[in-house]
């Protein structure tokens, strides 16, 4: 690679406006050449709109523009496994949205292909990289506030979204033959993922998938149990039409507890013996940025730079399998 990495984007969507797309542009080492969308008239908008010099309507003509040294694949995941492959034969590094993939299969497929070209391969869990999740794994394992981490309890539940009450118009997120699954495929993977980076692999999970409202095909309420390496113990539980919203995960120690959510910005809070603490750490303005940043700094020599691999991320939709396997079974009409 050279001193400046040209990005292009495959799927200039809602995601790429703030959170991703011009942190390709404000990143040292980093520029944004080329941008696609099927529909050409909104990829050209785009382009227009945040100074690219070059969109297209075909992820191909992109992938082989000679100015893209990297691909961002933000499309559903549908089209993840099929774009990555294209920019793995091109020989171009892929930075992929998440989840991974429509499923743990699917990720393995991609982890062989990039592996076999020697082309990296990254996701884009970037709360591995945003400072309040420093933050908390500054607290639990430098400081050691809580002393020994013992059990991990995490649950998100929030209203049934008006944008889910129209049948005929609901978003792609619940189409499950789309995304892969439900709102928990869509946004439990961060949760899922950021207890993977801080704890390690989970190695046993049990789980159950459910849908209380009909609203959808796929899933709207999830429970789960697991444990990683070492013995620690945890729980998660999702629910998507429920009466208001929360959203915590939970740390309980052998001298205290360390409570955050996943999602946002709010208070990290700290209890012990000695009283309570609270933590306030902003987020980015582009939230993806630390994490982009350190993926140019691995693809110009930094090795191991990125803590978002697809090894990891592989990991994370393993777990998802696990838990929905016996829901897809029974939306599918599968025995």
């Given at each position: ?27 040292g080492h980093s520029a944004l050449v080329a941008v696609m969308r099927r529909d050409g008239d909104k990829a050209r ?206 740390v309980i120690g052998s001298e205290g507890r360390l409570a955050f959510a996943t999602f946002g910005d709010g208070p ?60 897809r079974r029974g939306m599918h009409g599968t025995a």
């Amino acid at each position: 690679m050279g001193e400046t990495i040209g990005w292009g984007i495959i799927g200039c969507g809602n995601v790429t406006e703030v959170k991703s797309g011009p942190a390709f542009q404000k990143a040292g080492h980093s520029a944004l050449v080329a941008v696609m969308r099927r529909d050409g008239d909104k990829a050209r908008d785009y382009a227009h709109r945040h100074g690219v010099p070059a969109w297209y309507d075909d992820a191909a003509a992109l992938i082989a523009d000679p100015k893209v040294d990297a691909v961002y694949i933000a499309t559903p995941p549908s089209s993840h496994l099929k774009y990555a492959l294209m920019s793995i034969a091109a020989g171009k590094p892929v930075y992929v949205e998440k989840p991974m993939a429509m499923d743990a299969t699917e990720c393995d497929t991609i982890i062989r292909a990039g592996r076999a070209a020697n082309v990296p391969v990254f996701v884009a869990y970037y709360r591995r990289m945003l400072p309040r999740f420093h933050t908390v794994r500054a607290l639990l394992f430098d400081e050691r506030v809580i002393g020994v981490p013992r059990i991990v309890n995490t649950v998100l539940y929030e209203p049934h979204e008006p944008r889910y009450h129209d049948p005929e118009n609901l978003p792609w997120h619940v189409h499950a033959a789309i995304s892969g699954g439900g709102v928990f495929m869509d946004i439990g993977c961060h949760t899922l993922d950021i207890l993977d980076w801080l704890f390690g692999p989970i190695a046993e999970v049990g789980g159950r998938a459910s849908n209380q409202l009909g609203a959808y095909a796929p899933e709207d309420s999830v429970a789960m149990s697991f444990a990683f390496d070492g013995g620690m113990l945890g729980t998660g539980l999702w629910n998507f039409g429920s009466f208001a919203r929360h959203d915590m995960i939970e740390v309980i120690g052998s001298e205290g507890r360390l409570a955050f959510a996943t999602f946002g910005d709010g208070p990290i809070r700290l209890e012990t013996a000695n009283g309570t603490r609270e933590y306030r750490v902003d987020n980015p303005t582009h939230i993806q940025q630390p994490l982009i940043e350190t993926i140019i700094a691995e693809l110009c020599g930094q090795v191991g730079a990125c803590p978002s691999t697809a090894e990891s991320g592989a990991r994370t939709s393993r777990v998802m399998d696990k838990v929905l396997m016996q829901y897809r079974r029974g939306m599918h009409g599968t025995a």
